[in-house]
C-alpha cells in the first residue's frame, strides 16, 4: 500500500531536516561567501550523520528508505548551497547495495558524486561538483566504476550556485565495478531524488511569491489581489501535489522492485522503477520550470536581482535534469519504455 502522508517518522525528518536548511539559508552573490556558507552547511549535515544516511547499517549509515532520502531531497531544494546532496545520497546508496561495492570507498566526512552520462574521449562531459567531491561514480568503457579524485577538478564552471565540470578518467585509477547494466539503479534513483529535490524548490519559491505579492502594493491595493497574479499562482499548489505523488510512488517502487512490473498505458497502471522514475522527474521539472518563471514574473526587477536570489533557483530547475542529457532525448527514452522503440521509430 502506498501512503500519500508522511509517515511519523518521516514529518520528524521534514522538521529536522527543515530546520537545518532554513537556518544555513543565504544568497550570497560572491563565490567566496558562497563557498564558506556550503562548507558549514555541510558540515552540519556530515555531523548529523545525514551525507551516511543511504548506506547501509552494517556499513555505519542510516540505511534510509528512498521515501525518507525523498524528504530529506525536498527540504534540500530550499537551500541553494545544498548542490550535490542528492548525487552523494545516490552514489553512497548504490555503492552500498551490496558487499562487493560497499560504502568504505567513500571517506567519512567526504562527498562523492556521479556522472550520469558514460565518458566519451576518456572524460565524463558534466559531472556536478559544487559540493567538492572526492569520488565520482559512472560508466566508463565497459564497466560501472569509482573514480577517487585528488581534489576537486581545476576547471569547471558555474550555473548559478551550481558548478559543472569536465572529469577526466584515468583507466588506471578507475575502480571497475561490475556491466554497465547495473547503472540503471543509479539512474532510477538520481531522477526520483532529483524530482524530489526540484519539489523543494518549488514549494520554497511558491511561498516566496506568494508573501511577496501579498506584501507588494500597487493602486492602492497588494499585487496578489489583481486576477493575472492571483490565477497564475492558483494553479501550481495542485501541480506541486501531483509531483510530489508521482515522485512517492516512484520511490515506492523503487524500493519494492517487482519480479514482473506493469506498464500498461491502456488502464495507466505503472510499477516499472524505471518508468515511474523517469515520469516523476519530467513531471516535476514541468512544474519547477513553471514556478521558476511565475516566481521571478511576479517579482518583478527584483526578480533577477542577485541580492534576491530567485534567479537562482531559476538555473538550477533548468540545469539539474539536463545532467541526464537533453529533455527531448529524456522524453523519447520515456516513450521507448512504455510504448516500446519500435513503435516510437515509426
Given at each position: 500500500?502506498?501512503?500519500?502522508r508522511?509517515s511519523?517518522?518521516?514529518?520528524?525528518?521534514?522538521?529536522?531536516?527543515?530546520q537545518v536548511?532554513t537556518?544555513?539559508q543565504t544568497?550570497?552573490?560572491d563565490?567566496?561567501?558562497?563557498?564558506?556558507?556550503?562548507?558549514?552547511?555541510?558540515?552540519?549535515?556530515?555531523?548529523m550523520?545525514?551525507l551516511?544516511?543511504a548506506a547501509?547499517?552494517s556499513l555505519?549509515?542510516?540505511?534510509?528508505?528512498?521515501?525518507?532520502?525523498?524528504?530529506?531531497?525536498?527540504?534540500?531544494?530550499?537551500?541553494?548551497?545544498s548542490?550535490?546532496?542528492?548525487?552523494?545520497?545516490t552514489?553512497t546508496?548504490?555503492?552500498?547495495?551490496?558487499?562487493?561495492?560497499?560504502?568504505?570507498?567513500?571517506?567519512?566526512?567526504?562527498?562523492?558524486?556521479i556522472?550520469?552520462r558514460?565518458?566519451?574521449?576518456?572524460?565524463?562531459?558534466?559531472?556536478?561538483t559544487?559540493?567538492?567531491?572526492?569520488?565520482?561514480?559512472?560508466?566508463?568503457?565497459?564497466?560501472?566504476?569509482?573514480?577517487?579524485?585528488?581534489?576537486?577538478p581545476?576547471?569547471g564552471?558555474?550555473?548559478?550556485p551550481?558548478?559543472?565540470?569536465?572529469?577526466?578518467v584515468?583507466?588506471?585509477s578507475?575502480i571497475r565495478?561490475?556491466?554497465p547494466?547495473?547503472?540503471r539503479?543509479v539512474?532510477?534513483?538520481w531522477?526520483?531524488?532529483?524530482a524530489a529535490?526540484l519539489i523543494?524548490?518549488c514549494?520554497y519559491?511558491?511561498?516566496?511569491t506568494?508573501?511577496?505579492v501579498?506584501?507588494?502594493h500597487q493602486?492602492?491595493?497588494?499585487v496578489?489581489?489583481?486576477?493575472?497574479?492571483?490565477?497564475?499562482?492558483a494553479?501550481l499548489?495542485?501541480?506541486?501535489?501531483?509531483a510530489?505523488?508521482l515522485?512517492?510512488?516512484?520511490a515506492?517502487s523503487?524500493?519494492?522492485?517487482?519480479?514482473r512490473?506493469?506498464t500498461d498505458?491502456?488502464?495507466?497502471e505503472?510499477?516499472?522503477?524505471?518508468?515511474l522514475?523517469?515520469?516523476?522527474?519530467l513531471f516535476?521539472?514541468?512544474t519547477a520550470?513553471?514556478?521558476?518563471?511565475?516566481?521571478?514574473h511576479?517579482?518583478?526587477?527584483i526578480?533577477a536581482?542577485v541580492?534576491t536570489?530567485?534567479h537562482?533557483?531559476?538555473r538550477?530547475?533548468?540545469?539539474?535534469?539536463?545532467?541526464?542529457?537533453?529533455?527531448?532525448i529524456?522524453?523519447r527514452e520515456?516513450?521507448d519504455?512504455?510504448?516500446?522503440?519500435?513503435w516510437?521509430?515509426r
Open positions: 500500500m502506498i501512503l500519500l508522511d511519523d517518522d518521516e514529518q520528524a525528518l521534514r522538521y529536522a531536516f527543515g536548511f537556518k544555513f544568497s550570497a552573490a563565490h567566496a561567501q558562497a563557498e564558506a556558507n556550503r562548507t558549514a552547511l555541510w558540515s552540519q549535515l556530515d555531523e550523520g545525514v551516511a544516511m547501509p547499517e555505519g549509515g542510516g540505511n534510509a528508505s528512498l521515501t525518507q532520502l525523498c524528504v530529506l531531497a525536498e527540504e534540500a531544494g530550499a537551500n541553494v548551497d548542490g550535490g546532496l542528492v548525487e552523494h545520497l552514489a546508496r548504490f555503492l552500498g547495495a551490496d558487499s562487493g561495492t560497499a560504502y568504505g570507498p567513500v571517506p567519512k566526512a567526504s562527498s562523492a558524486t556522472s550520469l558514460p565518458s566519451r574521449s576518456g572524460r565524463w562531459p558534466a559531472v556536478l559544487s559540493a567538492g567531491p572526492s569520488l565520482v561514480l559512472g560508466v566508463h568503457g565497459d564497466a560501472v566504476g569509482i573514480l577517487r579524485l585528488a581534489g576537486p581545476a576547471d564552471h558555474f550555473v548559478g551550481v558548478r559543472i565540470s569536465e572529469v577526466a584515468d583507466d588506471q578507475f565495478l561490475g556491466p547494466a547495473r547503472f539503479m539512474l532510477d534513483t531522477r526520483v531524488l532529483t529535490y523543494g524548490i514549494d519559491l511558491l511561498a516566496r506568494v508573501t511577496y501579498c506584501d507588494r493602486f492602492g491595493k497588494p496578489g489581489a489583481y486576477q493575472s497574479v492571483a490565477h497564475g499562482l494553479d499548489p495542485g501541480m506541486i501535489s501531483g510530489r505523488l515522485t512517492g510512488k516512484a515506492w523503487v524500493d519494492n522492485a517487482v519480479s512490473p506493469i498505458l491502456a488502464r495507466n505503472y510499477t516499472d522503477p524505471g518508468v522514475a523517469a515520469m516523476a522527474l516535476a521539472a514541468d520550470n513553471a514556478i521558476a518563471d511565475r516566481a521571478v511576479y517579482h518583478g526587477a526578480g536581482a541580492e536570489g530567485i537562482n533557483y531559476y538550477i530547475v533548468r540545469t539539474l535534469p539536463l545532467l541526464a542529457g537533453p529533455m527531448s529524456q522524453r520515456l516513450a519504455l512504455i510504448l516500446g522503440p519500435t516510437t521509430s
